[in-house]
């Protein structure tokens, strides 16, 4: 069982999507029952691995075919503490996904399920390969699903925001391709073994002088993912005209394969040549946090909007993966599945009113509250967990990142702390102009409030928002060791590095006595 | 006497070269390339290529050419019945190529035969007697020689298929 | 019994999930009703906290929250004598206004929704005075903010209102950016984020005047800035106003806006350790306090005039923590929170008469329709001018005397106090004239209509005309002949910070005599004018609005400190953002972006050029080629 | 006895004027006989070295070439005629389908 759960779920979606190619394309119900109820028993599946997993332990649930000995390429999969919610994040987002498009498409129903299955397929893939082609193939799968979900489901101007995304994709995978390569001929040149092995290549020290080109060439195609600023102006317009659901994927899972990336593999790999980047990608995320907010702060599209603030929340994210240190680590890897439930939840909210209105522009709403009152407090209560008000997940992750990264990067924390005053400015001020005031436009009178179904879609997430805000330890618990192991690796070669004396400013006569973690001493 | 006769065939295959190139009528070319192969058949038997210069009268004057003015025939092209020419600018261009060609082949020409170190040789009577080409094909050449016959069915399916009438009514690919 | 103090937060949130879920299908009687006995419950049981709490503080823990690394928080309650007071002091005004609102809000759609969000702030306000962890008051303080949000734009639909909740949020948001810094900051210098851990190590980690502690409290400050609406951030309070009137009473004036003088108060160590950051904190206190107290003279705006009146009272609580009196900033705190919440009660009971006439200058003679209100109020009128033996007498003369004669204190910080104190008797009593004293300017078809409020909102206005009667004699000073017992149960709250504080000399009976007289004397003065000038219908502020023209518009618009801000940090900050959006990010990097794909298709439209489909292109180009290959040839072979 | 240099100055003339050919005749047929006298150019040069290296081999080939001109010449023209059903001309500028 154990062994087999990931290939269960990383291929349980391409066979319901096989089968779902043979049926008649016109009876649209039967393909949602369908799509939802395979949907659903991959979410109860991967449900198992919550239960299973051992908190603390290495990689879990592996299982290993070699594919070709010749080129050291296996098919080897397994999670850690890093994947689990991510995986868990990826399958609970599908199905919510895969419901909240019931009523939004209406054509090719047929294709648009099978895109997301296959999608889904791509996306667990990606983040349980332990093995750097595989993890590749899998990076490359699930662009090509959200490419159709975009450039056939999408609005408008979809074919331009689908080329533009896959063009910056490809740009970025392209690069790390040939540092996959690369790295393996280098493996192969010490080692003597072809392989493409996660393990091996983590234990393995690669020189120093290559391993900032490689370093850049993986992060490019993380940042790109990320969107790190000034990587992020495919984001906006793929957002904007992706179908609802298609933004709730995009924003909730697809994104952080950037920083998943970063977690998994270019920071462990590389870890001297990421000490190196290091104030270069703490400035990026700052301006990424700021920029983010102020831009979306004059969107005029509520979705453009939405994606802006993804911009700022991801730049958190990364700000907590330069704080290096254990509470900067869990609090990015959290707020990574934060970002991922509430600006799920504020794309699905988003459209839930397009299918009403037909439009997302901030202008043409103006005093919703009083006429969809249930609708508002979906929104309000998602609205805040972005925001990040205590109590809800929001808060955990930022407070986590900025306590980490005011350890290490004080004045970068300070200015992500300036973020988050902003971040109340562009969502409240958003609000405002959508839910307050008088209804200007009749249009606004005729709008119904949500209906069962859509309700029963939100109330997982809202659910999500408040448990990981109020009890995040299980979270947090079994995140933490799978972090720690990637910090260790940075910090053995920090202190190699660093003989030097460091930080002044926290170092006292009378500092706190060094606890049970060694790597965030205070170091005299 | 060899040079008189040289002169005058490969004056009349020149001239009779350029007149195939600038006639506007299909009819005349084909006709001006017939005399063009009989002007190389005299090269030839110069050359003494007997064989060659028999086969060149036979078959590429005799079959080929007759194949050519069948089609100029069939066709009706007598008139010069195109539009406007859409690449002025070729005309010259290609007589600018064509020249140059002439010239740096001339050239290469030179540089072989002056590489050469005599001037001629002496051949044996039978050398390109039909009966010395024919022992080569069917000596050292057969492979080759029978396979040209698989050429040339091919050919002949090939030419049937593609000019062959269309039982099947194809859908006429009008592009304006 | 202790171990239940956790239940005094969670009943408010229990009527706030009932409320807010089943709103609608419960009658608004059962919501009223709701509201109010969740809140009540939480008011007997803080009693019954501080009742056996006996001497030392208490500790419990619910349960962990975050758990990261080094870094641990769990939702763990304190109980000492500061929280006990504040506990009973919220819950028991909560408990008042919740039912003055039954009546008040009765003819509301929303009356559900508006007891739930009041149930929902009363939660947090319990969790910020009882948590015993930065983290937890954190919480509670944004989770004020919010509810004040969304109390101040409970009318949405009216775009003042919304615009104003929005401001409120946004401001505090800024003081918060100041308080979380200070967490961060506090964490790592400690280790913890637990009250009695951090204060325990505060004063063997730092000599008295360390930068890092006097940082630690700047950003603590600037936090409370924002939520007790101090300078520079104060500007959100008036417009506060926008909220139901029962609203500006509890949050925007009795409690969300104490808990910045709360938390200074709570890390009383801290500041203790920090004279720099005291004095900071006295300075803008003063400063605050006169500063509003001159806005409030010239606004016509009922509501207005008394949120002014709750910045200036705010501002001498923070002169008190200033001046490291904090007892008698809580002991203010809660004096305040009696009579500014029973003159927000009155205005709302005159506005909800008057049918939601707000404007001074539309009032007047109403004594004699609101009998109740007309007494009430005008203890409360009393109250807060500091007339000898009310309770904002006692509180706010023992600020004053503190003021003088704390070593940290001085003169000059006792004259602003005095004289914000006539300037307090004299807007007070101005607002008290014009709305019950003189003719009638409202129509005649309004006074038809004038009624006394109903015994719901009546109750609570005499109730707290009691306790702002007498709530301050727990706190008689002793050279009244009182014990000044507030103090002494307080005391061993503040033995730590008074510890670290220099003592100061020992002034005589007879100065402090002297300086109350004084005090007393300047309020009476401002009376006197207020009598004069509003009462007595003299054209004197007519007269004086006419010759300094500049000087009136200046205070009438508040400084223009409002236009500042807009002018100074929102219009750049949108303006800014717009030209980023335009410029940068669709010129600059999407341009740049757009014009690398612009440039590959025309390289790869002038590379198709040639292959344009005529047989002779193509066939010009290999002639050309094998040229150029010969050419090459020859050139090799020669 | 001619030099071989004459020789090969007639075929390199002839085949620069069926390249003129190639490139400057509309008529597919014309082209298709400019081909033609590009291939006994080359035949030529192939008779004049023979005789010249006094190595009947290049008979042979020269012979072959026949053959592939017979077979170019057959599958050309019927091309030339399936070309003109469908479009009705033989103008290689109207052939423009090769666009790319």
């Given at each position: ?7 269960f ?22 393909i ?11 979410f ?17 649930f ?14 080897q ?59 590749y193939v ?25 080329i ?8 970025g ?16 040149q ?71 990336g ?18 270069y ?30 911009v700022s929340?991801l ?5 907590g ?93 300070v ?39 859509e ?6 997430l ?63 | ?43 030839y ?25 069948f ?14 020419n ?7 261009f ?83 | 019994m ?36 969740t ?27 975050i758990?990261a ?9 304190l ?13 028991g ?65 009216k775009?003042s ?81 926008e ?47 006169l ?38 900033a ?5 004096t305040h ?9 009155g ?42 033996g ?48 003189g ?28 306790l ?6 727990i ?24 510890e ?22 300047i ?43 807009h ?29 690398l ?42 | 006895?001619?030099?071989l ?6 075929s ?67 091309l ?7 479009k ?13």
């Amino acid at each position: 069982m154990d062994s087999t759960i990931l290939t269960f779920l990383i291929f349980w979606p391409l066979i319901t999507a096989g089968v779902l190619t043979l049926v008649r394309s016109d009876r649209h119900d039967a393909i949602r029952i369908y799509a939802l109820v395979a949907t659903l028993l991959e979410f109860v599946a991967s449900l198992y691995l919550l239960f299973a997993f051992e908190t603390g332990a290495g990689y879990q649930f592996v299982a290993r075919w070699v594919w070709s000995d010749a080129l050291g390429v296996s098919y080897q999969v397994g999670i850690d503490g890093i994947s689990l919610f991510l995986v868990l994040l990826t399958t609970f987002l599908t199905v919510i996904s895969v419901w909240a498009s019931f009523a939004g498409i209406k054509e090719r129903v047929k294709g648009y399920f099978i895109a997301f299955l296959v999608l889904e397929a791509g996306m667990v893939g990606t983040f349980c390969a332990t093995d750097l082609f595989l993890f590749y193939v899998f990076w490359e799968l699930m662009l090509l699903p959200m490419y159709f979900l975009i450039g056939i489901w999408g609005g408008v101007n979809r074919i331009y925001a689908t080329i533009k995304f896959v063009l910056y994709t490809i740009t970025g995978s392209l690069f790390m391709l040939v540092a996959i390569i690369y790295t393996a001929n280098v493996v192969h040149q010490h080692t003597g073994v072809w392989t493409f092995d996660l393990m091996v290549w983590s234990q393995f020290d690669i020189p120093a002088a290559q391993q900032l080109w490689l370093f850049l060439a993986f992060a490019l195609a993380f940042a790109i993912k990320v969107p790190l600023f000034p990587f992020h102006t495919w984001l906006p317009d793929a957002h904007v005209q992706a179908p609802t659901a298609g933004s709730i994927i995009l924003a909730g899972v697809l994104l952080k394969m950037g920083t998943y990336g970063f977690l998994r593999f270019a920071i462990p790999l590389f870890p001297a040549a990421f000490l190196d980047a290091l104030p270069y990608l703490v400035v990026l995320s700052v301006i990424g946090i700021i920029y983010g907010a102020l831009v979306a702060m004059v969107q005029k599209d509520i979705k453009s909007l939405v994606a802006y603030s993804s911009v700022s929340h991801l730049g958190f994210v990364m700000l907590g993966m330069c704080a290096l240190n254990t509470i900067g680590f869990t609090g990015s890897l959290l707020q990574q599945l934060n970002h991922g439930l509430s600006t799920g939840a504020l794309f699905l909210l988003v459209g839930i009113i397009y299918e009403r209105r037909h439009t997302r522009l901030i202008a043409d709403y103006g005093g919703l509250f009083k006429v969809v009152p249930v609708y508002g407090v979906f929104f309000m209560i998602t609205m805040l967990s972005s925001v990040g008000l205590p109590g809800t997940n929001g808060f955990v992750g930022e407070f986590l990142i900025l306590l980490g990264a005011f350890r290490s990067q004080t004045i970068a924390a300070v200015f992500g702390t300036a973020g988050i005053v902003l971040a109340a400015g562009y969502m409240l001020w958003m609000f405002q102009r959508v839910f307050f005031g008088k209804v200007t436009n009749p249009e606004n009178d005729r709008v119904t409030d949500m209906t069962l179904r859509e309700r029963a879609v939100m109330v997982p997430l809202i659910v999500m928002i408040f448990v990981i805000g109020l009890y995040p330890k299980p979270f947090l618990e079994r995140m933490e060791p799978a972090l720690q192991r990637v910090l260790s690796r940075v910090e053995q070669v920090r202190i190699v590095r660093e003989q030097a004396l460091t930080p002044t400013l926290f170092v006292g006569p009378a500092a706190v006595p060094v606890t049970n973690e060694p790597e965030e001493d205070i170091r005299p | 006497m060899d040079f008189a006769v040289f002169w005058i065939a490969a004056g009349v295959a020149g001239a009779a070269a350029i007149n195939l190139i600038f006639q506007s009528k299909p009819i005349n070319s084909v006709l001006s390339l017939v005399v063009v192969l009989f002007a190389l058949a005299v090269l030839y038997l110069q050359l003494s290529a007997e064989f060659i210069a028999a086969l060149q009268i036979i078959i590429y004057a005799g079959a080929i050419m007759v194949l050519f003015l069948f089609v100029v025939m069939l066709l009706n092209l007598n008139q010069d019945q195109f539009g406007s020419n859409r690449k002025p600018g070729l005309r010259s261009f290609g007589v600018l190529i064509g020249g140059t060609l002439i010239i740096e082949i001339s050239l290469i020409a030179r540089a072989f035969v002056s590489s050469s170190p005599t001037d001629g040789q002496v051949v044996a009577a039978e050398f390109g007697s039909v009966a010395q080409v024919g022992r080569l094909l069917f000596g050292e050449y057969l492979l080759p020689f029978e396979l040209t016959s698989i050429l040339l069915l091919i050919a002949v399916a090939g030419a049937l298929v593609l000019a062959g009438k269309r039982e099947e009514a194809q859908p006429p690919e009008e592009r304006s | 019994m202790l171990n239940t103090i956790w239940l005094i937060p969670v009943f408010p949130l229990i009527g706030f999930m009932i409320n807010g879920l089943f709103g609608r299908r419960l009658t608004r009687y059962g919501s009223g009703v709701l509201g109010c006995l969740t809140v009540f419950a939480s008011f007997i049981l803080s009693l019954l906290a501080m009742l056996f709490l006996g001497e030392g503080p208490h500790r419990f823990t619910l349960a962990e929250w975050i758990v990261a690394g080094r870094f641990t928080v769990s939702f763990g309650f304190l109980l000492d004598h500061l929280s006990a007071v504040m506990a009973v002091t919220v819950s028991g005004v909560a408990f008042l206004i919740h039912v003055y609102s039954t009546g008040y809000m009765a003819q509301d759609e929303r009356f559900s929704r508006y007891f739930a969000y009041l149930n929902l702030f009363v939660f947090f306000m319990l969790v910020l005075v009882l948590a015993d962890n930065f983290l937890l008051l954190y919480m509670g303080w944004e989770g004020v903010g919010l509810c004040s949000y969304l109390l101040i734009g409970f009318w949405f639909q009216k775009d003042s209102a919304a615009n104003a909740g929005k401001k409120a949020f946004i401001v505090n948001r800024i003081g918060d950016f100041g308080f979380a810094l200070g967490i961060m900051l506090i964490f790592w210098k400690f280790g913890s984020v637990y009250f009695p851990e951090v204060f325990a190590a505060a004063p063997e980690m730092f000599v008295p005047g360390d930068t890092l502690v006097t940082a630690i409290c700047l950003l603590l400050f600037l936090g409370a800035t924002g939520k007790s609406a101090q300078i520079p951030l104060y500007v959100w309070l008036p417009d506060a106003m926008e909220g139901p009137t029962p609203v500006s009473a509890l949050i925007h004036a009795a409690t969300m806006v104490t808990a910045g003088v709360y938390m200074v108060a709570r890390c009383s160590v801290l500041f203790a350790l920090s004279p720099t950051a005291l004095l900071v904190v006295a300075i803008i206190g003063a400063a605050t306090a006169l500063f509003a107290a001159t806005m409030a003279t010239v606004q016509n705006d009922i509501k207005r005039v008394l949120a002014y009146s709750t910045i200036s009272q705010l501002g001498y609580m923070f002169l008190a923590c200033g001046v490291a009196a904090f007892s008698a900033a809580i002991f203010h705190l809660m004096t305040h929170a009696f009579f500014k919440a029973l003159l927000f009660l009155g205005a709302g009971s005159v506005i909800h008469a008057l049918h939601h006439e707000q404007d001074l200058r539309h009032m007047g003679g109403l004594r004699k329709y609101l009998p109740a209100t007309f007494l009430t109020f005008g203890v409360a009128t009393l109250a807060i001018s500091g007339f000898p033996g009310l309770a904002g007498f006692v509180s706010k003369d023992e600020i004053l005397w503190s003021s003088f004669a704390s070593p940290l204190g001085g003169v000059a910080f006792w004259v602003v106090g005095v004289l914000t104190a006539g300037l307090t008797a004299f807007y007070m009593f101005r607002l008290f004239f014009l709305a019950f004293y003189g003719k009638s300017r409202f129509s005649e078809e309004t006074a038809t209509k004038v009624h006394e409020s109903p015994m719901s909102m009546t109750g609570p206005l005499v109730i707290l005309g009691i306790l702002s009667f007498v709530g301050g004699w727990i706190g008689w000073p002793k050279v009244l002949g009182g014990g000044n017992s507030f103090e002494h149960y307080l005391a061993p709250v503040f033995a730590a910070a008074e510890e670290l504080l220099p003592h100061g000399v020992n002034h005589a009976h007879s100065t402090e005599f002297l300086l109350m007289g004084l005090s007393v004397g300047i309020a009476l003065l401002g009376f006197i004018w207020a009598y004069r000038w509003y009462l007595r219908g003299s054209t004197a502020p007519e007269n004086l609005k006419n010759k300094f023209p500049a000087v009136y518009r200046l205070v009438q618009n508040k400084y223009y400190i409002d236009e500042f801000y807009h002018l100074v940090i929102v219009r750049p900050i949108v303006g800014g953002s717009r030209w980023l959006w335009k410029y940068f990010d669709e010129l600059v990097i999407d341009g740049s972006v757009n014009g690398l794909a612009a440039f590959v298709r025309q390289l790869g439209q002038a590379g198709a050029q040639p292959q344009n489909g005529y047989f002779r292109g193509y066939a010009a180009t290999f002639a050309l080629g094998s040229v150029a290959v010969l050419a090459w040839l020859i050139y090799v072979l020669s | 006895m001619i030099p071989l240099s004459h020789y090969l100055l007639v075929s390199a003339v002839l085949f620069g004027l069926g390249t003129v050919g190639v490139l400057i005749s509309r008529n597919l047929i014309t082209i298709l006989m400019s081909v033609e006298l590009m291939l006994n150019a080359a035949n030529l040069a192939l008779i004049s070295f023979a005789r010249w290296h006094a190595d009947p081999g290049a008979h042979v080939f020269v012979f072959i070439i026949f053959v592939v001109a017979a077979a170019e010449a057959a599958v050309g023209l019927s091309l030339v005629i399936a070309i003109f059903r469908r479009k009705n001309t033989v103008d290689v500028d109207e052939l423009n389908i090769l666009k790319g």
